[in-house]
Every structure is written in structure tokens, then in C-alpha cells.
């Protein structure tokens, strides 16, 4: 007690890129972290999945079974299987380490857009263009969805889920966070069709990315603005967007071929950092240290920050 | 127990103690199994039933099957050491406890002593001593036992006799009375109120005895009240047949079933000794003659039902015999009793009634009248009226009333104003003579309806049964306009409730318009309705029996509608079957928020909050307790609404439109021309080329001309084909060919052009279409504004180059996004980013790979020729059919178009830098 508190580390943000994977799946609709920030997911336009080592650049399993691209990725806590969602309206969840289909679940009327993994990997909720999230349970050989979250009213671009709370952006331009504790629905109106949305990692706040370039935080509780982030360009393309590792930092894609990032407080942007010349489509940030994920065209690239040394040698 | 009797029901009476309440989640109690229902003794050690005394059986030597080791001797001591304290054991020693319990051969329990015990308890055993007697072998030796008094008296007997009291007397002190003569027949019982006749006093009156003063008499023996129970269901004072009369055989006597027991045992002895020699044993039927017995006189005839009474009946009095101890109730023959007419031998308690019963009074029945005639008849009910006087006649002449003036009527047919007419009363005015006064007009017109109703079905037969005599005869026309005159009547009064819209001739229009048209005469009141309404063209016959038909058809449906109209009343509301259930609660208001949002007010005004059921599974798995553990309601609560109303499955349309206001401002220019088979959405950005699309229609058509195929199906190349042939993936081809059908759909007219034209352009299409489409594309330029142009450009370098930047290329470059938007027509939202090829990228950010790159393009440029040599084979093959195919040419064709705008060759669009590029791009504008 006696030593004063250590002065947290200034953030640092991954600028470098260390590594550069042509997936060799056509475009790369999705990248993803697994939950420790191990491995990769990359889902690819050729209906395949495809599990990495993203810093030794390792392909370590091929997940073929989709009936069509490949659109959104999860993986379970306990990283013993994935599920994943595509064009062909099914929702797979997969073995990790057989590779096998577990479970394919058929429902949706049309292309799943989103799959997430509730937090013990029981169910999987999967939002779809049919402006539905089904909510699938893994442990009963049930063919039908337990439940079915038809409120929005366009398609579901995306879906986060917390311990007690699904969280939805919908291209209706609303927000709804279903609270499975309190029994509620909440709806915020953003007004431009919501591209992504995730939960702070406090899970006090939400951040929506719409298609008027804009990213909102949003509080959670009362739906007030807290931040409005902008001078990304978002009009077109579903892209992602994501809090970094200590919600110090906003992240999102951009059509321009930049990743930005945004102080957090102040709404100042911090870094645009470039990529590429095309769309990053997808990006992903590891859970607990300043790395990142993008994907641009058929190739994802593995960013870290500057001081980071590489230990693993290149691959 | 008691607590649950004294709350719930107080009237009920509970037998037994109820179970115990079981305890929550308790599960009640199994029956314990047999194996383990044990008897333990005392002291809780297992008990055997052993022994025949308690129940069991004795099982090997010395009951020690079931112990422990067998039977060991429980201690052995040497005699050695403890000679002197041997004990004498006695056999208390070698029982079991058992034995000395209440109920086993030696039980340890206080009783008194054969001194002490009284007599009158082992009455049981006297009488299983005289039943021995009387069976055993030796009849007399038991007896004996009587007559020899056993030396042992009981202690109160003892006491009493040294007190002086003597066997026979009664206890207490002397009486100066005369000595009552004790009865023969102490039993007799007096019950009841009566009190017994005097009948001592009488009989001492005459015995007459000299009765000194001095003399004191014990007091009268009192037999005690027999307290026993009556245990059995015999009638009263029933005992059963007497072992002594049926076993000793007075074969010359009745058996009385009655007072056999009234007899002492005393009389027992005597009657024995009377019996002189008689044999005791049981003679009889079935029973044979004993050894010992001398004589065998009819054993076969001893049991004759004559031997018992069938009939109750008085005794014969000459015979001095009622029953079996009359004589010396015969004795008694001048007492009160003996004028009843029946005594039998009165009950064992019972007594005669000193007062007779007073007999009831009887009334007798009324005297019939010597004229009586039982019979009955019913008499018929027919009102009187004027018609059918001579049926009333009739039959009152049928039933015996032929003396009756007809005249004159009966006084049941006068009611009670007539008859106080007769009597010259003034009627009572003011006050109701019928019940309809008092009704409610309401009620009053109701019924007056129903009797229009009936009236109208009789009036109805009536018409019925004219307009046959009138069609009969229809030469008579008087008879008709009768009938017509009766429809007139039913008619006009029918006519207000008819159902206008009823239509019985509706299967053939003349006839209806004909009926119609009566009915309307008929309302009107013209008598001649029907003549005038009828077809003059018709027969005679036809007329008739259409007559008949109108006037049958009026009157039913008339009478019909207006009974049933009062029955029924139609539905207030309509069936819900054109509803749906949809959420109660909407989220509304968009404009408002809408506003908020520009606002930027985000909180209350943009929220909406909903309750929300969670699935119980959902719960489950999220391990979240329900929120609503009552509720099976999942989702949002719903309610019914219009199924048809679009709003029910559409948000407010402002929505539609209105976030997507900024982009169509920013695309102005370019959004005329909707495509009107396109589906709403709102996020789709092809809205953009909209105009785009309307012009290269014209220039497609323009183009179809020369170049059939390629411009025509779709007019722009695929710019994902373009800038990746290599990274082309299958999905993308078949989207395109999914996006080309309904594109198709759309245009259709595209087709037929290429019908019309293909054939006669085709030649000179193959060689020349490039120069075509180029200044095809070239007017178009100058036709078309700035931006327009520029694009064009950018385009044929993009996809020469393999689009340094394509995404702002991309929605800059009016063809290809056509193209896109037909692809992803179906998708709303924001799209997926497009498939780039990795390798532009790579070339550009990584120039070392460039070799490599070029190397690839070159090879794509060659499949770029291949195609066109192929397209130009396929040309003069007409093969125009396959969309795949025509897509391909396409693209080639607007890769050629650019290669002749640009009038140079791959090479030298190969040689353009990205940096080139990314200038030429920096000058296009901007879409927003």
C-alpha cells in the first residue's frame, strides 16, 4: 500500500502489421477471434471455414459442410466446437477438433447473417435477412429453434450476446437488447440502417455502427448518447465494429480501406490505420491484448502493436 | 384429528384416527412387507410363535428351530461346587414366559378363589354339564353330581346361613305377613303399565290357611331382574328347542316351542324320574336304537309334522292344555284373564293387559247410488261456433245428451259474463275481460302476430283448397276471385313483414319478375294482381297453376319470414376470422424520432420499451430465472388486428424512406426512372442507378440492334467477373444467373429485340460490335454529364488493372453496380463487401509480387480473348439463349468497349501505375 498505484499504460494501439494470410477462400466475409484470442476463424465466400494460428500464420483445420458462403463464425467458451452461419440459411455447429458437423440447424428463410454462442455454448442465437434470431439449442436433438425473436422488422445484421442480454442491430435501424432477466424488450432508434453492435466490455455501454458513417455509444440502461464517432466511411457494406481490449479505444472498418480508431471519451480519432486499398470487411480484437484482426478481399492481416516483439518467429 | 373435525365440518362424524397429514414433498409411506412385519416381545427380542398354546407350532427338539445355535441348556452349573444351594427347580423353570401370560397354560393372573367365586358364573359350565349328562353313556351319573352337593359353599352362602337364612327365602328381616306361597313359577316378569293381576291375593283368599300372629315369615324370595342380553335374532322370549324334551323323547306330547326354559332344573329331576324307565339318548330318526337299549319302538315314526302346529289357532279348552305346562295354569281359570279369548301361554315378562284395547271406530264407505254406472267417458272438446253446430250436435247426441235442446246451450259453454248476461247483471266495465288487457302492448302486438301467423297457414290451406277447386274448374272464374279475395286478405296483412329480398322463382328470371310484379299489385290492393301480372302468351293451364304457385309462395314465405324475423336477430358483429394476432405494442412514432435522432436527443425519446417472454428453455440455458414463471405467453404479448392491414407487418412507411433521405439527395440526378418491378427496399443502394438504368435501356435497345446479345441482357459488365476472373467462384455465377432471371422478368421486351434483330445483325455485329458499343458508349458520354464519362474511363482501367481502389470505383461506375444490384436484388441492407481479387492488393501494397501479378494478368487478359473468340463462335452459332453464356460476352464486351473507348492495347493499360490510377480516381466525383 505504501507504493503509489502504477500509472496504467498509456493504450497502445496495433499498428504493425506482423502477418499477412491469404486464406485462399475466396473473399474473407468474417474474422474472428476465438475466446482466448489464440486462433482465428476466417469464413470464406468458397463455403468453407477455416480455423488459424494467426500468429505463426498455421492453418489448422478446414471446415467444409456449408451449402454456400460462409458468413459469420463463433466459437465456443470452452473452444470444444464453432458454429457458424452462411448463405445457405443453416446454422452449423461444428466438432472443432474432428471437424465434423454437429448439427445443422435449418430454419432461417434467408441468409444467416450472425451467429453467436450464448456464454455456457448451449444455445446459438443467429440473426438472418429473414428478421428473425432463432435461438438454437445445442443439447436437445430439436429441429425447431427455442425460441424465435421476430420483432425487428428487416433484416438482422448482427448479434452480441451477454449472460443475460441479446443484443441486436437490425437494418430497420434499431437496436433491441432483449433482457432475458428483466423480461424486457428495448428498442433504441438510431434511424440508419445498423451494420453492427456490441456490448462494451463492461457491459454498461453499446456501440452501433450504422450505414450514415456514424458510430453511436449508446448507454445501455437509458438508450442515451454518450459518443458519436465519425470520419470512417460506412455506407454500403456491412462492416464491423468493436470496442479495444480495455474500452479505451472505438474501432471500426471503413469502405476506404482503413481501420479507425477513436478515443472512446473524447470521440477523437486516434489512429486511421491503412490496410489496404479495398473494403475491410471484418475485423476482430483480441480479448485481452492490443491485437487485431482484419480482413480485406481473400487475406486477413494480424496487427499488434508497436513494441510487440515477436516471439513465436515467422511461420 | 380433532382440530380438522372442530374447523372443517362439525356435522360429519369421523370414525377412527385419520392419517397422518403427509409433510410436503413427503412420499407416503409403502406398507411395510411381510418378511419384516416381526412381533417382538416385551423387551424387544424377536418372538416365535411356537407352542400350540400361543399360536404357533413346535418345531424341532424343544422348539429350537429357529434360534440362534439351537437348543442349549440356558446354564449349567456343577453340582460340584454348589451341592448345598441346589435348587429344586419347579416347572415355571422350563416354560417359556409365554406360558405364564395372560393367555397361556399357566397364566399368572388374580382370581378369586373357588371359595370366594360366586355360582352364578359358571352357569355355562352347568349347562355343558347337563348337556353331558344328558348324552353320556350312562345317563344318570352325572346327575348324581347333583344330587350329592359338593361340601363346598361359597362364602356369602355360608354367611347367610348362619345368619338363618335358608335355601328358598328371600333376604331380610322376618315379616309379620303370611307366607307368601312361593310361585311355581317365578319367571313371570310384569312389564309395561298394566299392573298384574292380583293373583296371589285371590288364590291365598281361597287356599284359606290359618295364619297365627305370632308367627313371622321370611320375606319373598326375589329372583333378580335377568340383566342378560338378548344376543340373539330370535323372536321374543324364543328358546329354542329344549334338549330335554327333544333328547328325552316325549314323543306323545307337542313340542312347544315357546316356555321351554321356564322350567327350573328342578323339573328336570322330576320329569326324568317320571320318564319310569324311559331310555334318555337320543332316539329318533337317523339315530337307530342303541346298544343298550332294550326295546326298538319306532324309531322311524317318532318325527311327524303332525307333531307341530301349522295354523295359529285357539287352543282346544276341552282338551285343558295349553302348552305344555297348562295344568297348572289351568288352576287359574277364574282370574281376570280368563275371559280373553286367546291365552296361550303368555311370554316369558309378559303379563295380560287389564284394560282391552279400544277398538278403532270404522267409517264406512259412502253409499252408492242404485244407478251407478262405472264407466267413463271422454267428452269430446268442440267449440261451439256456427259451423260446426252439427257436429256438436252429433256428438252430444253420441254421448247421451240426445234430450238437450241444441238450442239451448250447457252452462259449461257459458262463461262467466254470459251467464251474468243470463242473470241480467250489468257487466262490470272498465275492468279487463281478457287477459291480453293486462299484457304489455308489446306483448299484445306479439301475439297478436303469431295469431296472424296461424291464421295465414289456415287461410293458407284454405287458398290452397280454392286454388284447386279454381284450377279444377277453371271455367268458373266466380270461384277464383273468391280465392283471390282470401290472398288479397292474407296479403295486405302480410305485406309489411315480407322479406323483399326473397326470391323463390330466382332459377327462372321471367317468372320472378311476373311474381314480383303480383306482389306489387297485391300491396297495391288490386284484385286482379295476378291476372293482370300473368303472361297473356301462357295456356290456360300454365296460368292456372302459376296462379296457384304465386298465391302458395306468398303466403308461405310471408308467414315464414315474418315468424322467423322475430326469432332471429342478425349479428352485430362480424366473424374475427379476417384477423390476425399481431404484437400489442408497436414501435410507433418514427417520425419523432426520427427527429430526436437528428437531434441527436437518443434516450427516452428513441426507446421503446416492451415486455418481453422469454422461453423457459431460453431461461434455462442463459441460467436466468423466468421473469414471468406464471405466464406461457412467449414473445411479446400479442392482439388481434385486421389480418389485411399492412401495417401489422410493416413499420410506419416514413421509415422507409426516411433514413435513407440523405442518399437519394446525394444521388439526385440518378434516381428517376424506378424500375418498377423491382421489391421495396429501402437500404438498397441500386436506387442510385435508376436513371442510369432507364437510359442504357435506350441504349441497349439502341445497341440490340447491332450487337444482339451482349448489351441487352445486361447491359453492364459484372465487375466482379471483370476484376477477378480467376477469383470468380461458382457462387457468384450462379447469383448472376438467379439475378439475370429476374432481370429478365423485368425486361422482357430485351428478349424479343433479340428475337427480332439477332439474326439479320448478327454477321457484322461479330467483327464490329466493339466499335459499336464503343461509340455506343462514346454518345452516351456526350449525351450524359461529367461524371458519367469518368466512370467509364474508371472502369475500363479497373478492370484492365484489376481496380487499384475499387471501392469507390465501384458506386462511382454506373454498370457494374447495375449489375450488382440485380445480383443481390433480393438482400436488404447493407450488402457484403465485394470479392476482390487478393492479388491487386497484394500488387499494390507488396511491388515485389508485381512479376507475379503481371504474369497473372496477362494470363487474364488471355482468357479475355479466349472469350471473345469464343462469344464471336457463339454469334454466328445464334446461340443467345443461355444467360451464363450472354453474361460472359457481356463482360467481355464492356472490357472490349473499353479497351476500343481507350484505343489502346492490354499492354499499354498494363503499363498504367496504381498511382496513375488512384489520380484518375481522385478526379472522379464523389457520389455524396
Known amino acids: ?315 | 384429528m380433532a382440530a380438522l373435525d372442530s374447523d372443517s365440518d362439525e356435522d360429519l362424524v369421523s370414525y377412527g384416527t385419520g392419517l397422518e397429514p403427509l409433510e410436503e414433498g413427503e412420499r407416503p409411506k409403502k406398507p411395510i412387507p411381510l418378511q419384516e412385519q416381526t412381533v417382538r416381545d416385551e423387551k424387544g427380542r424377536y418372538k416365535r410363535f411356537h407352542g400350540a398354546f400361543s399360536g404357533g407350532f413346535s418345531a424341532g427338539f424343544f422348539n429350537t428351530v429357529g434360534s440362534k445355535e439351537g437348543w442349549t441348556p440356558s446354564t449349567f452349573v456343577s453340582s460340584r461346587q454348589h451341592r448345598a444351594d441346589k435348587s429344586v427347580l419347579g416347572p415355571e423353570d422350563f416354560m417359556d414366559e409365554e406360558d405364564l401370560s395372560e393367555f397361556g397354560i399357566a397364566p399368572k393372573a388374580i382370581v378369586t378363589t373357588d371359595d370366594f367365586a360366586s355360582k352364578t358364573k359358571d352357569r355355562i359350565r352347568e349347562k355343558a354339564r347337563q348337556l353331558a349328562a344328558a348324552t353320556a353313556p350312562i345317563p344318570g351319573a352325572i346327575l348324581l353330581d347333583d344330587l350329592i352337593t359338593p361340601a363346598k359353599l361359597s362364602i356369602g352362602v355360608e354367611l347367610l346361613r348362619k345368619m338363618g337364612w335358608k335355601e328358598g327365602q328371600g333376604v331380610g328381616p322376618r315379616v309379620k305377613r303370611r307366607p307368601r306361597r312361593q310361585k311355581p313359577d317365578p319367571g313371570v316378569k310384569i312389564y309395561g303399565c298394566a299392573l298384574p293381576p292380583g293373583g296371589s291375593e285371590g288364590s291365598e283368599d281361597e287356599d284359606g290357611d290359618y295364619l297365627p300372629d305370632h308367627v313371622t315369615f321370611a320375606p319373598k324370595d326375589v329372583t333378580p331382574v335377568d340383566f342378560t342380553l338378548k344376543d340373539n335374532v330370535h323372536g321374543l322370549a324364543y328358546k329354542g328347542l329344549d334338549p330335554r324334551q327333544a333328547l328325552f323323547g316325549t314323543s306323545g306330547e307337542h313340542f312347544n316351542l315357546f316356555g321351554g326354559g321356564s322350567e327350573g332344573p328342578s323339573n328336570l329331576l322330576g320329569d326324568v324320574g317320571l320318564s319310569k324307565g324311559r331310555k334318555l339318548g337320543i332316539s329318533g330318526q337317523a339315530f337307530g336304537v342303541g346298544a343298550l337299549e332294550e326295546e326298538d319302538d319306532d324309531i322311524y315314526a317318532t318325527e311327524t309334522l303332525s307333531k307341530y302346529d301349522t295354523v295359529l289357532k285357539d287352543e282346544e279348552p276341552g282338551d285343558g292344555l295349553y302348552g305344555w305346562t297348562a295344568p297348572r295354569q289351568y288352576r287359574n281359570q277364574k282370574e281376570p284373564e280368563r275371559d280373553l279369548r286367546y291365552v296361550g301361554k303368555i311370554l316369558d315378562g309378559f303379563s295380560l293387559a287389564s284394560k282391552p284395547l279400544s277398538s278403532k271406530k270404522l267409517y264406512p264407505p259412502p253409499q252408492l247410488p242404485k244407478d251407478y254406472r262405472p264407466v267413463h267417458y271422454f267428452r269430446p272438446m268442440v267449440a261451439a261456433t256456427s259451423e260446426n253446430s252439427h257436429l256438436l250436435q252429433v256428438l252430444s247426441e253420441s254421448s247421451g245428451k240426445a234430450g238437450q235442446d241444441p238450442g239451448t246451450q250447457s252452462r259449461h259453454q257459458l262463461n262467466a259474463s254470459k251467464r251474468g248476461e243470463l242473470l241480467g247483471e250489468i257487466p262490470i266495465q272498465g275492468s279487463a275481460t281478457s287477459v291480453l288487457e293486462f299484457l304489455s302492448q308489446k306483448d299484445r302486438e306479439r301475439i297478436k302476430e303469431m295469431k296472424q301467423a296461424s291464421d295465414l297457414k289456415a287461410a293458407q290451406a284454405k287458398a290452397r283448397s280454392l286454388a284447386q277447386s279454381a284450377a279444377s274448374s277453371r271455367t268458373q272464374p266466380s270461384t277464383s276471385d273468391l280465392g283471390h279475395c282470401s290472398w288479397h286478405m292474407t296479403l295486405g296483412r302480410g305485406a309489411a313483414t315480407r322479406a323483399s329480398n326473397f326470391k323463390p322463382f330466382a332459377k327462372d328470371p321471367e317468372k320472378q319478375k311476373r311474381y314480383e310484379k303480383f306482389l306489387a299489385h297485391m300491396q297495391k290492393g288490386q284484385n286482379d294482381a295476378l291476372e293482370q301480372c300473368l303472361d297473356p302468351s301462357m295456356t290456360e293451364w300454365e296460368r292456372g297453376r302459376e296462379r296457384e304457385e304465386f298465391a302458395r309462395a306468398a303466403q308461405l314465405y310471408v308467414s315464414s319470414s315474418a315468424t322467423l324475423s322475430s326469432r332471429f336477430t342478425h349479428a352485430k358483429e362480424e366473424d374475427d376470422s379476417d384477423q390476425v394476432e399481431v404484437p400489442r405494442d408497436q414501435e410507433n412514432d418514427v417520425s419523432d424520432k426520427q427527429s430526436a435522432v437528428k437531434m441527436k436527443m437518443f434516450g427516452k425519446l428513441t426507446r421503446d420499451t416492451f415486455e418481453w417472454h422469454p422461453d423457459k428453455l431460453l431461461c434455462r440455458r442463459f441460467n436466468v430465472p423466468d421473469p414471468y414463471p406464471g405466464s406461457t405467453l412467449v414473445g411479446l404479448p400479442r392482439v388481434k388486428r385486421d389480418k389485411y392491414s399492412v401495417f401489422n407487418f410493416l413499420t410506419v412507411p416514413e421509415t422507409t424512406s426516411v433514413p435513407s433521405a440523405p442518399a437519394p439527395r446525394a444521388k439526385a440526378p440518378q434516381l428517376q426512372g424506378a424500375d418498377k418491378s423491382r421489391k421495396p427496399s429501402r437500404w438498397d443502394t441500386s436506387d442510385q442507378e435508376k436513371k442510369e438504368d432507364s437510359i442504357s435501356e435506350f441504349l441497349s435497345l439502341a445497341r440490340s440492334k447491332v450487337g444482339p446479345p451482349k448489351p441487352d441482357s445486361s447491359p453492364s459488365g459484372n465487375k466482379e467477373d471483370e476484376q477477378g476472373p480467376a477469383a470468380l467462384s461458382d457462387k457468384t455465377v450462379s447469383q448472376g444467373v438467379d439475378s439475370q432471371t429476374e432481370g429478365e422478368a423485368s425486361r422482357p421486351s430485351m428478349d424479343l429485340f433479340k428475337a427480332i434483330f439477332a439474326n439479320s445483325s448478327d454477321e457484322q455485329s461479330s467483327s464490329s460490335e466493339d466499335e459499336h458499343d464503343a461509340s455506343e458508349s462514346d454518345r452516351e458520354e456526350t449525351e450524359e454529364a461529367s461524371p458519367k464519362s469518368a466512370q467509364e474511363a474508371a472502369l475500363g482501367e479497373a478492370s484492365v488493372t484489376q481496380g487499384a481502389e475499387p471501392a469507390p470505383a465501384e458506386p462511382a461506375a454506373p454498370f457494374p453496380i447495375q449489375k450488382m444490384q440485380i445480383d443481390e436484388r433480393e438482400e436488404f441492407g447493407p450488402r457484403l463487401p465485394p470479392v476482390f481479387c487478393p492479388y491487386a492488393r497484394q500488387k499494390l501494397e507488396t511491388p515485389h509480387k508485381e512479376k507475379h501479378k503481371k504474369s497473372k494478368e496477362k494470363h487474364k487478359t488471355k482468357k479475355e480473348h479466349r472469350r471473345k473468340r469464343e462469344k464471336k463462335k457463339k454469334h454466328k452459332k445464334h446461340t443467345h439463349k443461355s444467360k451464363q453464356k450472354s453474361k460472359k460476352s457481356e463482360k467481355s464486351s464492356s472490357s472490349e468497349s473499353t479497351e476500343s473507348s481507350d484505343s489502346q492495347s492490354d499492354e499499354g493499360v498494363l503499363d498504367l501505375s496504381p498511382q496513375e490510377l488512384l489520380r484518375r480516381l481522385k478526379r472522379l466525383p464523389l457520389r455524396r
Open chain 1, 1 to 315: 500500500m505504501a507504493f503509489p498505484e502504477p500509472k496504467p499504460r498509456p493504450p497502445e494501439l496495433p499498428r504493425k502489421r506482423l502477418r499477412t494470410l491469404d486464406c485462399g477462400q475466396g473473399a474473407v466475409r468474417a474474422v474472428r477471434f476465438n475466446a482466448d484470442g489464440h486462433y482465428c476463424l476466417t469464413c470464406g465466400s468458397d463455403k468453407s471455414l477455416k480455423l488459424w494460428n494467426p500468429l505463426r500464420g498455421t492453418l489448422l483445420r478446414t471446415y467444409s459442410g456449408h451449402g454456400y458462403e460462409v458468413l459469420d463464425a463463433a466459437g465456443s467458451f470452452d473452444n470444444s466446437s464453432l458454429c457458424s452461419g452462411g448463405g445457405d440459411k443453416a446454422v452449423v455447429l461444428w466438432d472443432v477438433a474432428s471437424g465434423q458437423v454437429v448439427r445443422k440447424f435449418r430454419g432461417h428463410a434467408g441468409k444467416v447473417n450472425t451467429v453467436q454462442f450464448n456464454e455456457e455454448a448451449t444455445l446459438i442465437l443467429s440473426g438472418s435477412l429473414d428478421s428473425s434470431i432463432r435461438c438454437w439449442d445445442c443439447r436437445s436433438r430439436k429441429p425447431e429453434p427455442v425460441q424465435k425473436l421476430d420483432e425487428a422488422r428487416d433484416s438482422v445484421s448482427s448479434v452480441k450476446v451477454s449472460d443475460h442480454e441479446v443484443l441486436s442491430g437490425s437494418v430497420d435501424g434499431r437496436v433491441r437488447r432483449y433482457d432475458l432477466r428483466m423480461g424486457q424488450l428495448f428498442s433504441d432508434y438510431v434511424g440508419s440502417p445498423i451494420t453492427c453492435t456490441c456490448f462494451s466490455r463492461d457491459g454498461q455501454c453499446t456501440l452501433v455502427s450504422s450505414l450514415d458513417s456514424t458510430l453511436r455509444l449508446l448507454d445501455k440502461d437509458t438508450g442515451e448518447l454518450l459518443g458519436e464517432y465519425t470520419g470512417h466511411k460506412n455506407q454500403e457494406y456491412k462492416l464491423d465494429c468493436c470496442l479495444s481490449e480495455r474500452d479505451t479505444h472505438v474501432v471500426s472498418c471503413s469502405e476506404d480501406g482503413k481501420v479507425f480508431f477513436w478515443d472512446l471519451v473524447e470521440g477523437a480519432l486516434a489512429l486511421a490505420l491503412p490496410v489496404g486499398p479495398g473494403v475491410v470487411q471484418s475485423l476482430a480484437y483480441h480479448p485481452t491484448e492490443p491485437c487485431l484482426l482484419t480482413a480485406m478481399g481473400g487475406s486477413i492481416q494480424y496487427w499488434r502493436e508497436e513494441a510487440y516483439a515477436v516471439e513465436g518467429g515467422a511461420g
